[in-house]
């Protein structure tokens, strides 16, 4: 295909929707991407570049000619642009920007001026809108004369005079009303409305809780200045999961499987480090006990699964408490009880364990006391490990930082310490 | 509240939304949820039945009088009946499939015989269909006409005589259309159905794949027997990313917060006894190294540094994977560019945590042949972590598995073993 016969390369990717020819390019390497683009170029299409994987957006847009690229960003609306242009440097966003109609420009340097994360980016302009008084007939005629509507909407918004939006009503409802009926008696029974300056997490969670479908967005003084659809609240909501699992997982939130080998050792390298000094606690504390594993050797080999057993525990108690703080499932109302949960399940896991364990030390040693001692050591580690697991989610969320931030570092390290604390000090006390 | 004041408790809830309700009733515990519902119950709406976790669904309707869950659910569209009926016990069922109007029943009725998880499940059997001839008129006329429309509906879709979809309008589009233009002429130009049969994570994938916001459902003969909207697609996804999180932490994917402590065991426990037996792998290798370890005591303080700091790259890799093997950022297309991206990334990072341990090792122990032998394990094993990450999950998805299960645990096992295997071995062969 990548022979230069650019009659057969537009012949199948025609039929194609954007987002697979997004897959397709981010799945190619890259020299085979810009043959592609330079036989391609020239009818590239506005929702392809939306929809492309930001990690090879800039790398897409460069290779175009800015003609095509500006041609291509016309058709998009104002949401699409200001995500587009959000990832590319100055000089590129201003090329962007340069190629827009009047209009269009203002009010994407409008949304751009809101913070990064926040309502204001994710909204388009676009808006259907109506004054309270409306009847469903005159709605109609007025939509039936715009020249330019927005691609996608779900409601016409009703208004007072000075565009503070008062409720909405389902195009549904219109259409199957009479044309006499008014606006006002078809509004939907609950509205609400989101700031321009709300974070987009809270307004992915807010599309989730309450089943909606879109949501106008207003400025400081209640004023219409845009309107959020629910596809870019799931995007949100599908990167915001993203985010926490590779946050838990102690990789930069950014990271993608598209990413290079240096982009990948710059996410992971750090939270590395980090464990590294973290890991020489515990070699300190098992430091500490060399003249117990100097007497007992068979400690070493042992004190392992104590510690391992207990930072799977706790990454199991971290995972459902990051999630439910995530779906605010878990808030200062049910703290109490779901740590208390906790504590207990923590403690029957551990006295199973213990069971399982004690006896098989006992059976492999002909050592009770070494049985008795790994029992023990397992019970306090995994009451350590479901406690630590709920309780460092729920101090970083207090903190005000986000929950999945490296607990998985903090938890492992503390199962880790107590686990081969736990252990060599029952070890020493006991069978010394 | 719960002093037995009725008509406090009601007016303190109406202007709250279903969905509120439900969180608020998930969060009391259960003495007080009944006490709640004993004073709340007679004018319980179906909205918030279907809100509540399905945890504690089946205790509240079964606290509720049978006329009144019957009265609640008959509001219902078909698939949010369907969910509350998924999660109970056939009797319940019973009483409820009784309660229905003879037209909705069969629907439910016909739903519930697709399987768990399929697109028949998700989907309301409530659909609007006009002939492909139709007119903008007409289509009007006929809603105007019906007398019970969806609570939800954004398309007009096209059918042949024989209920076969051709295509369909968006609302938007029959508005600002003239009453004489063709519906046919109004179609949107990309148009997906998915058959009933069909797995509703793939369903979800779909809607955010092509940001669709309705799709017919089609049975094996292509006719149409349902349609699915976006609320519902949102939902999968997120019950989709919250299984991933929880099988790779290795928790039962029914997970919740809300769980007491013994159905908390249930699930944690199976893998926890798992990690016991992997755990006991290292134990095992290690043992056999204890007269390398009585020889030289610090190594057994030193060993878990290796381990640990491997199993996090591990987890780091893994993370980044399960998360595209999910989004099908990552297809047998670029697994091997991949793998070899996980290969070089994993070498470079254990080459910059080999050069900090290494120097650590040689200046604390005054050793130099200890700061290499650190070194060499912690860059054998980051290389075993970053391919493991990455191999496990490919592998779990290639059987025909969901590659999150028991990753973590399959995972973690390979760096200890290799971490412990690596540097005694290592410290047998150069410092012996």
Redesign the interface.
Known sequence: VEAGDRALVLGLVEPL?A??IA?FL????ASERLAFLALYSGEIDGDLLSEI?ETIREEVIGSLPAEVVAEAVRDLDTDDVVDILEDLDSPAQGRILDALDMADRVAVEQAMAYPEGSAGRLMQREVVVAPEHWTVGE??DF??G?EV??D???HVILVDPRMKPLGYV???R?????REAALKDLAEE?FRTVEADEDEEEVAYI?????L?SCPVVDAGGRLVGVIT??D???V??EG??E???L????GEE????????A??RQ??P???V??FT??L???V??RF?AT??AI??L??????V???G???G??S???????LAT????A??AR??VL??L??GA??GM??AA??GLAGWAIFGDPWIGGVLAMAMIVN?IVAALGGVLVPLTLERMGLDPALAS??FV?TLT?VMG?LAFLGLATLVLL
């Open positions: 929707h987002a697979d897959d981010e799945q190619i390497d994987d709605a109609i939509l039936r715009e509507l927005p996608q909407f779900y389902t195009l549904g219109i259409l199957s009303a009479r609950s599309f989730n809780q309450y089943h479908i629910i596809d609240a799931m995007n909501l599908d999961h993203e926490d699992m590779l838990l997982a102690g990789v990271a993608s499987v598209l990413d290079g080998p240096f990948t050792v992971r390298l939270w590395l480090v464990n590294l890991a020489s515990s070699a300190f098992i430091s060399e594993i100097t050797v068979a070493a080999a042992l004190m392992p699964i510690a391992s057993t930072g799977i525990a990454t199991q971290l995972a459902v408490a990051v999630r439910a605010r499932d878990l808030t109302a049910n009880r779901v949960r906790e207990a399940a029957i896991n199973a364990l399982i364990l995994q998985g570092t492992t880790d081969f």
